[in-house]
């Protein structure tokens, strides 16, 4: 094999290629005192060392705060121990026993903790977007696995009304 005389090309140059993960499909309550969730989160995949990095920043803890999660293993059964995202580790830690199905934890240090609903990858996007809403709605008193069975009946909207 010949040497080139063609400089390898800049990282920083127009041409580079990079990849950067999409904001998260997210939602929060805006309210402190609330139902048992802080809001919804719906990944693109079920890959939690590709969708966590960008879940975490939303969250905007600083560089050095210590990050746990904790995730339903029913759900994420091969997550990782410990995630790599830009400035740190993210520690991934699976759900005791009796813990709330379909949610994900995230304990950001200082910054905060939040109880997310994890609406599956795969939902059609205007059920995940009635269940974001409903997650979000500081007055919805329903936990995650009951928002999901409703939104599997089409009963979602009544139900998060206080009609169910």
Do not use: F
């Not at 990782?80 to 995230?106: Q, W």
Request: glycine share 8%; proline share 14%; net charge negative.
């Amino acid at each position: 094999m010949e040497p080139s005389d063609t400089p390898p090309e800049d990282p920083a140059s127009p041409s580079a290629h990079s990849y950067r993960m999409p904001l998260p499909r997210l939602t929060l309550t805006t309210d402190v005192s609330h139902g048992p969730l802080d809001g919804a989160w719906w990944p693109r995949c079920d890959a939690l060392e590709l969708e966590l990095p960008s879940l975490v920043a939303s969250l905007e803890p600083d560089p050095d705060t210590t990050v746990r999660v904790t995730v339903d293993p029913a759900e994420w059964p091969d997550s990782p121990r410990t995630v790599m995202a830009p400035g740190g580790v993210i520690a991934v830690e699976p759900a005791g026993p009796g813990s709330e199905a379909h949610v994900i934890t995230l304990e950001c240090g200082t910054v905060g903790r939040w109880v997310l609903m994890i609406v599956p990858p795969e939902e059609p996007s205007g059920t995940a977007a009635r269940l974001l809403a409903a997650a979000a709605d500081p007055e919805n008193p329903l936990t995650a696995a009951r928002m999901l069975a409703l939104a599997e009946t089409g009963r979602l909207g009544s139900a998060a009304e206080g009609a169910d």
